[in-house]
Nanobody, 125 residues
Framework: QVQLVESGGALVQPGESLRLSCVAS????????IGWFRQAPGKEREGVSC????????VYRDSVKGRFTIIKDNAKNTVYLQMNSLKPEDTAVYYC??????????????????WGQGTQVTVSS
C-alpha cells in the first residue's frame, strides 16, 4: 500500500524552528520527486519546496527561501522540511506529496500523484 505520512507539526512561537518528516511506504523514493505544500485556513494550497528524486535539485517559494531547507534521505525513504525563523504567516497544514519523476523538480501540484494526510503547524505568540 502506497502511503506518505507526515509528522512533526506543532504549536511554536515566532522565531522558533520545526522539522517536519515525511515517511514513504509501499514505494521507493529513489524514483520519486517530493514536494511540500501547505494550506492556511481560507486559502488555496500552495507549494513550499520541492526536491528531485536524486535529492540534488531543490526549489523554494520566495517567502521561505533562506529559512526552510528540504532534505531527502533515500536510504530512510524519508524527506524532511527543516523550518527555521518561523513566522505567523507560516501557519498552515503542511502536506508532502510524491511525483514519479526522475531528474526533474515538478513544480505543479497536479504532477504529484501521492499525498499525505497533513500535519498542522501553528506559529503564534
Amino acid at each position: 500500500q502506497v502511503q506518505l505520512v507526515e509528522s512533526g507539526g506543532a504549536l511554536v512561537q515566532p522565531g522558533e524552528s520545526l522539522r517536519l518528516s515525511c515517511v514513504a511506504s509501499g514505494f521507493v523514493l529513489d524514483y520519486y520527486a517530493i514536494g511540500w505544500f501547505r494550506q492556511a485556513p481560507g486559502k488555496e494550497r500552495e507549494g513550499v519546496s520541492c526536491i528531485n528524486n536524486f535529492g540534488g535539485d531543490t526549489v523554494y517559494r520566495d517567502s521561505v527561501k533562506g529559512r526552510f531547507t528540504i532534505i531527502k534521505d533515500n536510504a530512510k525513504n524519508t524527506v524532511y522540511l527543516q523550518m527555521n525563523s518561523l513566522k505567523p504567516e507560516d501557519t498552515a497544514v503542511y502536506y508532502c506529496a510524491a511525483a514519479h519523476r526522475v531528474g526533474v523538480v515538478p513544480r505543479l501540484e497536479g504532477e504529484y500523484g501521492y499525498w499525505g494526510q497533513g500535519t498542522q503547524v501553528t506559529v503564534s505568540s
